[in-house]
């Protein structure tokens, strides 16, 4: 079991970036699967990346494909989301999310088993 606590949200013009931060609980984090979902106001959740326990799988919505740099180091029990060339139309609340393997429906908020509270990001025009 692991405890996801997410970090490193905020406030930034559009064009710059963020590096949001996922620091899990559990000694077993690198078996887990990690993902990076969003939601925003009046919208439903929606994934923007996963990554295999290893690190040497990774995958993205097509939206954030060449923005956005999911990583991860076991060492450290932590998941990244670099997020570049942000724009007003990434502003949500931003969550990561544990699942015992990654499957093919990496992309489905059901398959992940355990959730952080969340990180507010918002981009300004």
């Known amino acids: 079991q692991v405890q996801p606590v997410e970090s490193g949200g905020g406030l930034v013009q559009a064009g710059g970036s963020l590096r949001l931060s996922c620091a899990a609980s559990?000694?077993?984090?690198?078996?887990?699967?990690m993902g990076w979902f969003r939601q925003a106001p009046g919208k439903e959740r929606e994934f923007r990346a996963a990554?295999?326990?290893?690190?040497?799988?990774?995958y993205y919505a097509g939206s954030v494909k060449g923005r956005f740099t999911i990583s991860r180091d076991n060492a450290k029990n932590t998941v990244y989301l670099q997020m570049n060339s942000l724009q007003p139309e990434d502003t949500a609340v931003y969550y990561c999310?544990?699942?015992?393997?990654?499957?093919?429906?990496?992309?489905?908020?059901?398959?992940?088993?355990?959730w952080g509270q969340g990180t507010q990001v918002t981009v300004s025009s």
């Open positions: 559990g000694r077993t984090f690198s078996t887990y699967a």
């Open positions: 990554i295999s326990g290893s690190g040497d799988s990774t």
């Open positions: 999310a544990a699942a015992p393997f990654l499957s093919r429906n990496y992309a489905t908020s059901a398959n992940y088993a355990y």
